[in-house]
Structures are given as structure tokens and as C-alpha cells.
């Protein structure tokens, strides 16, 4: 009793704390009193989008219904495939494939094209997914211009621990609306993947003393899953094949996806950028060959004190190794976040309110910088849609911007808070905001990379950007050379355009209050579950 009531007591401290996060404009001192408030409402922050959640009445709703929809689709699915086993825990689990319910509805808002895919791998077993488009003909957000394609594309491989395509629908979609073709799967093993592969007879595929893909946690997985996905999404039977620019391809991936996607598109001549959520990782002998963002947590999965001032380095390993061999990247540490900002996993496990957008800003930038931003060797007009000065211009003012602008709001379709006034959904935004309060305070943001801009003359030259801390300095810029006459274009934009979310989402019911009360309920519940506070003079477990 006296346990739970002091866990109560931590909770409700927490929560007292909570909303102040700009309480101090400057670092305190390791120890110090000031040190263990911030890092109590740094711990807090970890927890805002469950409270966001669990207080939510149409997002309660709106799960349960779109998790009952999709759990009889799963058994549907296995019926219709008999000898195609899927156990994994979205597949079983009532409700696992949920994720943000308020997606659901992306492609009947109109934003663009979704169709689902299925293929087998190199193993024979039967991978599912979707592929994604804009809405046609699109408009480009940055310049303004109409476009059909070909369109820069990215292959979207899921996270481990079961993770499952949908959790990386905000990417996707977000993708999409931009000017990008977009492939999301499920690895084998997990989501709405097969277990095991099979022979050419039809068998479970057995060979050197095992079943390949089994099980589901090994790099193996997600390496020959990454590539085996770009393989099809190349092929013919991509459907939207078409629209594909196959010479601006990029990938991105999430935990140990990333680590999986760092390797194969750096290792891969067609890959030309990756992006990797919690976090990029590549072997020693795997030289850095490709521009690589890696976006890092500070916390696993669930809220960990601070009492001392961690190696604010000990995420950024990768970048640093890239940077020394003068190939570009960046490393943006999100701040009081979890493993689970970039998978919207549902009431269980915690996460912050703004995380997810905020990985969304700097991959769409990253992206734009490197697909959109570069001609690879081509003419201006098999550049189609795009200026690419100024994408590239645009690309660079984002990355290095100390407010953040509306190119994450215009996919912001998600869950966010309850507007009590309106019984409405109000997702997420953060245009406005300054970058600096979204950014780690105990592990490093940092960038080096080149881009193509304006100079005080009027014509456009080639800069390194580099910033070693974008939480507190300034970023510099060195002009290095003169962009060639035949690379030249007249770097003027359109203004930036994009298809903004009303704030309803889904309207009310007659359930509404009953749906409210039941998330209180488990609120509490789940409170009490996720804050499992250590002694405060115990060292934090370091989260790698």
C-alpha cells in the first residue's frame, strides 16, 4: 500500500511540474535541486501523448472501432490463406493494428493514393504492405508547380519487437502529400507478414538446420527485408512503378530497421539518403557513403531519471563517424522522448506530444535536400515538378531554422488533444515553435552538410552548414564555390502550399461521455504501470 500510494505521490508531483518546460533559461547544475525538477518534467513530457490519449473520448472510440474492423479483417485474411501462418501480436492481438485511428481516414480526405501490396521474399513467404502517392496532379508545396511525376520515392522497413507497417503511417502519409512515392511492408514475422517461408513445393522452407526468417528479431529480417522490398517496389509489380523516380530513392526505418537501412543504403549505389529513427548505426567496416540523418530518444520505453550529466556524444557515434569522412550528416536528439516517438502505439506504452511531428519536419527536409535538392546528373527538364535550387534553398532553411514552419502541420491529421468546447480532436502542430525547446538538453543535435543557396550578390552558390549544438548555437556557413551556369535556375518559390487538416476530426457520439470515462479509468491504470520510478540517487540505466 504504502508502494502504490507513493507511486501515486510521484505521479501526481509529476503532473504538478508538467507544462512548464521552459522554466529554465540555463542549464543547472548536475545534482542540484534545479537539475531534478527539470529532469521530473523532462520525465513528464515522456508521458503526454498517453495522457493525450487515455482523456481523449473520440480517440477511445475511434480505436475501438477501427481495431474491431481490423481484427476481423486479420481473421478474414488467415481464413483465405490457410498454409500462410501469421502470429505476431498486431495479427492476434484485438485492436493491434490500429495504431492513430484518425488515419484511417488519409485517403478518403482525399490526400492522396494508398494501395495495399502483396509479394514473397526471397524466402517465399507472403509479405504484405501499401504504396503511397499524392493526390494528382500534385501541387509542390515549395515551388508551386503542377506535377505528374516521376516522383522521388522512399522504402519504409518497420521497426523490431513486432512492430508493424501502420505505426509508420505518419511517415508515409506525410510523404506522400509532399511529392513522394512511398512502400511500407511488414518484415517476415511480423504485423500482417508470414512467419515461414516455403520451398517450391509448397512446404515450409527448411534449410541449414533451420527455418530462414525464424525468428522474427534478427538483423537478417530487416536487411534482406529492406532490400527484398526495394526489389519489388522496382519491379513491375509495383503499381505505382510509374511514378517512380529511380534515380531519387531513399530509405528510412526505425530502431532496428534503422540499423538495417544505415547498412543497406549506404551499401546500395541506387540508395542516394537514409533516415534512421532511434538511430543510425553502421558497422565498422561499412564505409559512410551516403548523405544519413539519425534521429534519437533519449529514454527505451519507458521514462528513466537522470541524477548525472550523461556523455552528451553517446548517441551520435554514427554521425560523428560520417562528418570525419566528410560525408553529410545530421543527428537530431528529440527532447524528454521515448523509443516510441515514432510508433504510435496506442494507450500502452508512452511517448511525447510533439516527437512524431517533429520527426516528420526533419525528414521531409532531409529528404527534400537530397531527392529534391540534387539534379543527379540530370537536365533541368528531367527534373520534373521541381526547381531545384529552391528546393534545395528551402531544404536547407529548415533544417537550420530556429522556428519551426507549417511543412510537418500539413500531414498533422493524427490524434492529438481533446477540444472539450468543440468535442473535437486537435491534432498536433508546430509552426511557430522555437526549435530549441524540442531538442535534448542532455544529448547533442548537430549537422554537417552542403547546400545550395543565395549569396549577397544575387546568384546562387555552394555552402558547408555545420553546427555542432543546435539546442544553443548558431549555425555557420562557408561559401565554397560558385554553382555552374548549366545548374543555374531562378531559385524563385511559389510559396509554400499544403493541405491543411480541420481541427474536428471525428465528431462526437452519444457514447462520448461514457467512452470519456472509460479513458479515465485506464489513464489510471496505465499511469500506474509506466511510472516505475527508480530511486533518484540510483544512476539512470543508459539506453543505447
Not at 481523449?56 to 481484427?71: C, H, I, Q, S
Amino acid at each position: 500500500m504504502c508502494k502504490i500510494s507513493m507511486k501515486i505521490f510521484l505521479l501526481v508531483l509529476i503532473l504538478l511540474f508538467y507544462g512548464s518546460f521552459n522554466s529554465f533559461a540555463q542549464d543547472p547544475e548536475p545534482g542540484s535541486a534545479e537539475w531534478y525538477q527539470r529532469d521530473l518534467e523532462n520525465m513528464a513530457r515522456m508521458t503526454g501523448r498517453t495522457i493525450d490519449q487515455v482523456t481523449n473520448p473520440l480517440f477511445v472510440e475511434k480505436l475501438g472501432v477501427e481495431g474491431n474492423t481490423l481484427f476481423m479483417d486479420n481473421i478474414m485474411d488467415q481464413i483465405a490463406h490457410p498454409t500462410r501462418p501469421i502470429v505476431s501480436l498486431s495479427q492476434l492481438l484485438p485492436g493491434g493494428r490500429a495504431a492513430d485511428p484518425f488515419r484511417r481516414d488519409w485517403e478518403l480526405q482525399g490526400r492522396g493514393i494508398m494501395i495495399p501490396i502483396e509479394y514473397e521474399n526471397r524466402y517465399g513467404a507472403r509479405i504484405q504492405g501499401e504504396v503511397w502517392a499524392p493526390s494528382m496532379p500534385f501541387v509542390d508545396p515549395v515551388t508551386g508547380e503542377t506535377s505528374s511525376g516521376p516522383f522521388p520515392a522512399i522504402v519504409i522497413t518497420t521497426g523490431s519487437v513486432q512492430g508493424f507497417k501502420e505505426l509508420y503511417w505518419w511517415a508515409a502519409q506525410g510523404l506522400a502529400e509532399a511529392g513522394y512515392v512511398v512502400m511500407t511492408y511488414d518484415v517476415q514475422g511480423q504485423g500482417k507478414s508470414e512467419v515461414f517461408g516455403h520451398d517450391e513445393n509448397g512446404f515450409f522452407l527448411y534449410q541449414d538446420g533451420g527455418f530462414p526468417g525464424f525468428p522474427f528479431q534478427q538483423d537478417a529480417n530487416f536487411i534482406e527485408g529492406t532490400e527484398d522490398a526495394l526489389e519489388w517496389f522496382l519491379s513491375d509489380a509495383n503499381p505505382l512503378l510509374g511514378l517512380v523516380d529511380q534515380d531519387r530513392l531513399g530509405l528510412a526505418s526505425h530502431s532496428l530497421g534503422a540499423s538495417a537501412v544505415t547498412l543497406v543504403g549506404n551499401q546500395d549505389p541506387r540508395i542516394k539518403v537514409v533516415v534512421a529513427w532511434d538511430n543510425a548505426s553502421l558497422p565498422e567496416d561499412q564505409e559512410p557513403m551516403v548523405p544519413t540523418m539519425g534521429i534519437n530518444a533519449e529514454a527505451f520505453f519507458t521514462p528513466q531519471p537522470q541524477t548525472s550529466a550523461p556523455d552528451p556524444d553517446a548517441k551520435r557515434g554514427t554521425f560523428l563517424r560520417f562528418k570525419e569522412k566528410g560525408v553529410p550528416a545530421m543527428q537530431i536528439a528529440l527532447r524528454g522522448s521515448t523509443h516510441l516517438e515514432f510508433t504510435y502505439v496506442p494507450l500502452i506504452l508512452p511517448a511525447s506530444v510533439d516527437g512524431e511531428r517533429v520527426a516528420m519536419y526533419y525528414t521531409l527536409a532531409w529528404f527534400d535536400r537530397w531527392l529534391k535538392g540534387e539534379r543527379l546528373g540530370r537536365s533541368k527538364t528531367e527534373v520534373s515538378g521541381t526547381s531545384v535550387l529552391t528546393q534545395c534553398a528551402d531544404a536547407v532553411r529548415r533544417l537550420t531554422a530556429k522556428q519551426f514552419d507549417d511543412s510537418a502541420d500539413c500531414s498533422a491529421i493524427g490524434t492529438g488533444k481533446y477540444d472539450i468546447a468543440t468535442n473535437s480532436n486537435v491534432p498536433y502542430m508546430l509552426e511557430g515553435k522555437d526549435v530549441a525547446e524540442y531538442l535534448s538538453f542532455y544529448y547533442l543535435s548537430a549537422g554537417a552538410f552542403t547546400g545550395k543557396n543565395e549569396g549577397d550578390d544575387g546568384n546562387y552558390y555552394y555552402y558547408d552548414y555545420e553546427c555542432e549544438d543546435m539546442r544553443t548555437s548558431e549555425w555557420g556557413s562557408t561559401q565554397v564555390a560558385s554553382i555552374p551556369p548549366e545548374d543555374e535556375d531562378s531559385g524563385e518559390t511559389g510559396g509554400r502550399q499544403c493541405f491543411i487538416a480541420t481541427a474536428g476530426g471525428l465528431p462526437g457520439s452519444q457514447s462520448g461521455l461514457a467512452m470519456f470515462i472509460l479513458g479515465v479509468i485506464m489513464f489510471i491504470g496505465a499511469m500506474i504501470r509506466v511510472f516505475r520510478y527508480r530511486e533518484i540517487g540510483k544512476n539512470a540505466d543508459k539506453i543505447c
